[in-house]
């Protein structure tokens, strides 16, 4: 079992920064990708930014220059720094993680989000 928790959200003006964080913790042998989702009021949970083990990266395309991800493998963590925020990154982040078990088990875990408002 693996928990993610993510930290750093809230309330932004635009053009503003926050970081949102997230620690994995659990029974966990590696973890392959890591990233972020997020779901806007009235669509569906989509895809902001995505990192691999080994630091590739790949972000949606609105989001591309103003935000960054990042990770730390000895620390089960990744993270979101998002600059330049605009009224429409509003949304409930979450966090994800493929994890890969002792056992040869992968599965994908989700964060219980966290809210990110950005005002005009």
């Known amino acids: 079992q693996v928990q993610l928790v993510e930290s750093g959200g809230g309330l932004v003006q635009a053009g503003g920064s926050l970081r949102l964080s997230c620690a994995a913790s659990?029974?966990?042998?590696?973890?392959?990708?890591m990233g972020w989702y997020r779901q806007a009021p009235g669509k569906q949970r989509g895809l902001v930014a995505l990192?691999?083990?080994?630091?590739?990266?790949n972000y949606v395309d609105s989001v591309k220059g103003r935000f960054t991800i990042s990770r730390d493998n000895a620390k089960n963590t990744v993270a979101l720094q998002m600059d330049s925020l605009k009224p429409e990154d509003t949304a409930v982040y979450y966090c994800?993680?493929?994890?890969?078990?002792?056992?040869?088990?992968?599965?994908?875990?989700w964060g219980q989000g966290t809210q990110v408002t950005v005002s005009s």
């Open positions: 994800y993680a493929n994890v890969i078990h002792s056992g040869g088990v992968s599965f994908g875990y």
């Open positions: 659990g029974t966990i042998f590696t973890i392959n990708n």
């Open positions: 990192i691999s083990r080994g630091d590739s990266t």
